[in-house]
Each structure stands twice: as structure tokens, then as C-alpha cells.
């Protein structure tokens, strides 16, 4: 995962539940969803909460994110999750779905303690700025979509909350498996900047030994199909295997205790 500590946010008063990341230097980290990066603050601040409240955004993946992160934390009782996920959004895509200003109105309605995105599945195409359409991974297009990235990031860490944004799993289709690494290269490269924003691969999770996709693997010793027949979207096991990673990554990451209520890991 790539770190930045801080968000733009205050210390409430002490209680049951702390929410925090860590406060080393640059350092990179080995989990299951890839090698991560994570660069912190010496000082980063303790962030005590009485009850965590967590918001989901994304697109059509993200809902397969957020419904298994609906039936993993479903247990969880001191934190609250609210999945507010738009199918075929993207950044790039505002005249459809404008997430900078829905994403506003969220922040100030349920101030949550961490916002989770998975959104860009629906962002390979090109983009219309200041008049002049630039194609998708053009030295233009790049610039403009790191510039909406950093806006949703610096938006939700000035509102108080951290960001974890989590990464695109290996994709099927060969153009559009290239077409994401280019994006997870930009939402890495941008949380790099931003204090209080998270990166956190998910690429290695649904793939082979050898970094390719796999649409079925050993799911608690059990051979599961994890993909649905379009090579991108998630299957009912793969979003629970998805959310049991994530949700662990939630512990390690601020130091908060979670346990998923169906645990789903693959164990090849």
C-alpha cells in the first residue's frame, strides 16, 4: 500500500474504537494483493473514535467491493458502512455522474472516518478538456485524470477523513488489462502526495504466479470461480474474497480490530 499520514482532521475524545496509520518512513510491504509502498509522517497522530464510520464509493466494481464488504463487516458492530456505488461512473465521465460533487454531499452528510474508492473501470476512454479531446494514456489525459484523482483525495482528507484507494484486480480482455495498469499507476502515483491517502494493490489477489488472470483458484481449499464470464467483474465468492482482503488491510492499516464475518482467502 502507498501511505501519506494526516489528514486534514482533529483528535475527538477518547473511547472505545482508535483509527490511526502508522508512523513509519518509506518502507514497502509484501501482502497478498501485490508489494506495497507506504510513506508516512514521523508524527502521525492517534485518531480515537467511539464509532467508525466508513463510506464506499465506486463504480460497478466497487459495488463488488462494497457488497462483500457489506457481508464481511456485518458483525462488526462499532463500525458503519455506507456503500454509495454508481454503475458505469468514472472520473472521467462527469456529465453521467459527477463524483467530486456527489462525493461533497456525502462528505458532509455522514463525516466518515475513512472513504473507500474503487472506481476507474469505466475510464478508459478519452476526455474532453478545455475544449480539446485528448485520447486515453495521452501525456494530456494523464495530467487531467491525475488532477480528478487528487481532487477526490485532498476533498475527503481536508473533510477529515482518511482514504484508502483500493486498486483494479487483473482483468481478461488483453486492451483492457493494459488499460489498468496505466490507472492503478496514477492512483498510486497521486497517493504518494497527498497526506492521508492509502494505495492499496489488489491486482496480485486475482492473479497467478505469474501476474495473469485466473478466473478460479482455491478459495479455503476449495476450487471457486472468482470472475464473472466478462473477465472483469467479480463473482459472489470473488467479492467475499475481495472484502476479506480488504477488511484485513483495514485492521493492519489503522490499527483497528476487525474480524470478517465470512472469511474467504485463497489458499493456493
Known sequence: ?????????????????????????????????????TSTNDAAPLRVIGHCKVLEIGDSLGNDLGWGLARELASTHALTLMQKDKSASGLVTSWFYNWHQHLKTLLK??????????????DEQGMKVNGNVYSFDSP???????????????????????????????????????GVTTLNSLYRSVAMTVPGVTYLPSWALFANTRGQYEKAASVNHLTTLLR??????LSYAGENVFATFVTNEIATIYHVSLKPSLPMSITN
Open 1 to 37: 500500500m502507498s501511505t501519506n499520514s494526516n489528514p486534514a482532521s482533529t483528535t475527538t475524545t477518547p473511547t472505545s474504537t482508535s483509527l490511526s496509520t502508522s508512523t513509519t518512513t518509506l518502507s514497502t510491504t509484501s501482502t497478498t494483493g501485490g508489494t506495497t509502498t
Open 109 to 122: 452528510q455522514y463525516h466518515p472516518d475513512l472513504v473507500i474508492v474503487c472506481v476507474g473501470g469505466d
Open 140 to 178: 494530456q489525459w494523464r495530467a487531467r485524470y491525475s488532477a480528478l484523482i487528487r481532487q477526490i483525495d485532498t476533498m475527503t482528507t481536508r473533510a477529515g477523513s482518511y482514504v484508502l484507494w483500493v486498486g483494479l484486480p487483473v482483468m481478461a480482455p488483453n486492451t483492457y488489462r493494459e
Open 228 to 233: 464473472e464470464p466478462d473477465g472483469i467483474h
